[in-house]
């Protein structure tokens, strides 16, 4: 099962773009790469999910490299509101039970 | 709209107590989830069901039960509570293998205080 790595926190400014990086350099060729949000006292909330290259939703950005070995999640222009913890997850589309989920990436947005 | 209910939302027992978490969802989901998330942690798995009388063991089992009787409903038992019990229950449930995302869908967590 692959595990991921990414940072324990980070911290930004209102409007700024954010990008979290997550290192994952023993996904298997059906895995997926899939991140969440997770505010307090509330359960993770799915943000985006890939296989390749970019995607992109209302909310986010997924880049994923040719060696897929990494991702990064891009969140345009952030508010307060996106002060959270961010997961990410490695694993086959088909097997939510085989997802290892790391204590994520808690993000701090800043006035 | 679909939905989620974990009851109760809190919850403080003494050691040695049976304690059931519910687990109701209105997604018509099959799959659902039990995970425990401690302080500083990510989610660890305890139990999960791909259907109706089915349930597996998931990473953290010891100490726990579940049981399938529809697909609306996985209970999550605590058999003789334990202070390293003391955490928050999240349910979840999701389509893996019918959905193309794979997405899973989370309550809103039921805090246990183990005594």
Redesign the interface.
């Known amino acids: 099962l692959a595990k991921t790595t990414q940072p324990i926190s980070m911290d930004s400014y209102e409007g700024q773009e954010v990008n979290i990086t997550c290192s994952h350099n023993n996904i298997a060729t059906n895995d997926y790469i899939t991140w969440y949000q997770q505010f307090p006292s509330q359960g993770p909330r799915f943000i985006i999910q890939g296989y390749k290259t970019k995607v992109t939703n209302e909310v986010a950005s997924l880049f994923i490299p040719a060696d897929r070995k990494s991702s990064t999640l891009s969140l345009p222009r952030v508010s307060l509101s996106d002060t959270a913890v961010y997961y990410c997850l490695v694993g086959p589309m088909d097997s939510n039970y085989q997802l290892i989920w790391g204590a994520g990436t808690k993000l701090i947005i800043k006035p | 709209d679909a939905e989620?209910t974990q009851s109760p939302r809190h919850k403080i027992t003494e050691t040695g107590r049976q304690v059931t978490l519910a687990c109701h969802q209105t997604w018509n989901h099959n799959?659902m989830?039990w995970?425990r998330q401690d302080l500083?942690?990510?989610?660890?798995?305890i139990h999960?069901s791909y259907g109706v009388h089915d349930t597996?063991k998931?990473e953290v089992s010891d100490g726990y039960s579940v049981s399938r009787s529809n697909t609306e409903d996985l209970p999550l038992t605590l058999e003789s509570a334990a202070s390293s019990q003391t955490s928050v229950y999240?349910c979840?449930t999701?389509l893996?293998?019918e959905n193309?995302?794979?997405?899973?869908?989370?309550?809103?967590?039921s805090r246990l205080t183990v005594l």
């Open positions: 989620i799959n989830f995970y500083g942690h990510g989610l660890r798995l999960y597996n998931g999240f979840a999701g893996a293998g193309p995302t794979g997405e899973l869908f989370f309550g809103e967590g």
